[in-house]
C-alpha cells in the first residue's frame, strides 16, 4: 500500500488525518497485509516538511539562498543539490535532529550506521554501562526499536518488554510492544506514547529498514488492536509532538502515577548498532506545576 498524501492545509491542530486506508484486501500480499510506505526521495521528503510548516517554495528558496527553479526541481527530484546546497535548503527549513537523520539516509543511499541488517552485538561492558544506570534503561536498535538489552530497573518496571531468549525467532520489538494490553495498563497516555512511536517507525523506517520488517511489526501492531493502529499510522505529528518525551507510568504497588522523561543517546566512541533509551523519573509528582 502506497501512504497517501497527508492533508497539512490545519497548521492549528497537533495531529492531521491521512487520507483513508486501501481496503485490507489491496494491502494483502500473500496472505498478510502491507504496511509499505513510500520510500521518499530527498525532495519529497523536504517538500512535506516545508507543508508541513506552512512556507511557500519562495521563503524556503530564499532561506536557501537558492532560486526559486532550482528548488522547484529540487522538490520534484528533477535535480540534486550540492552538499552545501543540501545543507542550506534544511537549515532553512529547521529540521530535527531525527528528521535530519533520515536526510542524511537517503542522501547516502540507505548507507547509515544504524542499518539494521546485521545483530547489533552487546557485550559485558555494555551490559555494565546500562545497569549502571540507576532507572529504566534499554538498548534498542533504530529506527524500528528492537530490544537488545534492558537493565533490572526496566525489566521489573515493564517485564514484557524485556529481551527476547536467544533461541525466540524475533526479537522483542518496543514498537510491537506498546500496542499490546501490558503497554496500556502501565502508561496512562498510552495514546500519545503509541502514535509517537509508530510514527517514528512510519517516517524513518523506509529505506533504512527492509519491508518485510516492517510489515512484520506493523502487522502485529494491526493484529493487537486494529482500528487504534490505524489511527495512530495516520497520525502526521508536528515538532511539539514528537519532541514530547513524557511517559505518565501507572505504579501498581503505591496506586499513583509517575512521569517519567525519555533520552535516547547514541553511542560515538565506539560506534553502535543501537541507541541506550534511559528513563528518568521526575522529582514533581505528576500534575504539580512546574
Given at each position: 500500500?502506497?501512504?497517501?498524501e497527508?492533508?497539512?492545509?490545519?497548521?492549528?491542530?497537533?495531529?492531521i488525518?491521512a487520507?483513508?486506508?486501501?481496503?485490507?484486501r489491496?494491502?494483502?500480499?500473500?496472505g498478510?497485509?502491507?504496511?509499505?510506505?513510500?520510500?521518499?526521495?530527498?525532495?519529497?521528503?523536504?517538500?512535506?516538511r516545508?507543508?508541513?510548516?506552512?512556507?511557500?517554495?519562495?521563503?524556503?528558496?530564499?532561506?536557501?539562498?537558492?532560486?526559486?527553479?532550482?528548488?522547484?526541481?529540487?522538490?520534484?527530484?528533477?535535480r540534486?543539490?550540492?552538499?552545501?546546497?543540501?545543507?542550506?535548503?534544511?537549515?532553512a527549513?529547521?529540521l530535527?535532529?531525527?528528521?535530519?537523520?533520515?536526510v542524511?539516509?537517503?542522501?547516502?543511499?540507505?548507507?547509515?550506521?544504524l542499518?539494521?541488517?546485521?545483530?547489533?552485538?552487546?557485550?559485558?561492558d555494555?551490559?555494565?554501562?546500562?545497569?549502571?544506570?540507576?532507572?529504566?534503561?534499554?538498548?534498542?536498535?533504530?529506527?524500528?526499536?528492537?530490544?537488545?538489552?534492558?537493565?533490572?530497573?526496566?525489566?521489573?518496571?515493564?517485564?514484557?518488554l524485556?529481551?527476547?531468549?536467544?533461541?525466540?525467532?524475533?526479537?522483542?520489538?518496543?514498537?510491537?510492544?506498546?500496542?499490546?494490553?501490558?503497554?496500556?495498563e502501565l502508561?496512562?497516555?498510552?495514546?500519545?506514547?503509541?502514535?509517537?512511536?509508530i510514527?517514528?517507525?512510519?517516517?524513518?523506517?523506509p529505506?533504512m529498514?527492509?519491508?518485510?520488517?516492517?510489515?512484520?511489526?506493523f502487522?502485529?501492531?494491526?493484529?493487537?488492536?486494529p482500528?487504534e493502529?490505524?489511527?495512530?499510522?495516520?497520525?502526521?505529528?508536528?515538532?511539539a509532538?514528537?519532541?514530547?518525551?513524557?511517559?505518565l507510568?501507572?505504579?501498581?504497588?503505591?496506586?499513583?502515577?509517575?512521569?517519567y522523561?525519555?533520552r535516547a543517546?547514541?553511542p560515538?566512541?565506539?560506534?553502535?548498532?543501537?541507541?541506550?533509551?534511559?528513563?528518568?523519573?521526575s522529582?514533581r509528582?505528576?500534575?504539580?506545576?512546574?
Amino acid at each position: 500500500m502506497q501512504i497517501a498524501e497527508r492533508s497539512l492545509a490545519n497548521s492549528d491542530t497537533q495531529t492531521i488525518s491521512a487520507q483513508p486506508f486501501s481496503s485490507a484486501r489491496e494491502r494483502r500480499r500473500n496472505g498478510k497485509l502491507s504496511w509499505a510506505c513510500e520510500r521518499p526521495e530527498i525532495g519529497v521528503h523536504l517538500r512535506r516538511r516545508r507543508e508541513a510548516l506552512g512556507l511557500t517554495q519562495e521563503e524556503v528558496a530564499i532561506a536557501a539562498t537558492t532560486t526559486l527553479s532550482s528548488l522547484r526541481k529540487w522538490e520534484a527530484g528533477l535535480r540534486n543539490p550540492s552538499t552545501e546546497g543540501l545543507v542550506a535548503w534544511c537549515r532553512a527549513l529547521d529540521l530535527p535532529d531525527w528528521m535530519l537523520r533520515k536526510v542524511i539516509s537517503l542522501a547516502l543511499n540507505g548507507l547509515d550506521t544504524l542499518r539494521p541488517n546485521t545483530s547489533p552485538h552487546v557485550n559485558d561492558d555494555d551490559l555494565d554501562h546500562l545497569e549502571m544506570f540507576g532507572g529504566p534503561a534499554y538498548y534498542l536498535t533504530f529506527p524500528q526499536l528492537d530490544v537488545i538489552a534492558a537493565n533490572t530497573a526496566a525489566r521489573q518496571l515493564a517485564p514484557s518488554l524485556a529481551p527476547a531468549s536467544p533461541d525466540s525467532d524475533r526479537p522483542t520489538n518496543a514498537v510491537e510492544w506498546i500496542m499490546t494490553k501490558p503497554a496500556r495498563e502501565l502508561l496512562v497516555n498510552w495514546p500519545s506514547v503509541a502514535t509517537r512511536m509508530i510514527h517514528t517507525l512510519r517516517v524513518m523506517g523506509p529505506g533504512m529498514v527492509p519491508q518485510y520488517r516492517l510489515d512484520e511489526i506493523f502487522n502485529a501492531c494491526y493484529s493487537h488492536s486494529p482500528r487504534e493502529f490505524k489511527r495512530f499510522f495516520a497520525a502526521d505529528l508536528r515538532d511539539a509532538a514528537t519532541d514530547d518525551n513524557v511517559a505518565l507510568v501507572r505504579n501498581p504497588a503505591t496506586d499513583t502515577i509517575e512521569r517519567y522523561s525519555c533520552r535516547a543517546l547514541r553511542p560515538t566512541q565506539p560506534m553502535h548498532q543501537f541507541e541506550q533509551i534511559q528513563l528518568v523519573r521526575s522529582s514533581r509528582p505528576h500534575g504539580a506545576a512546574a
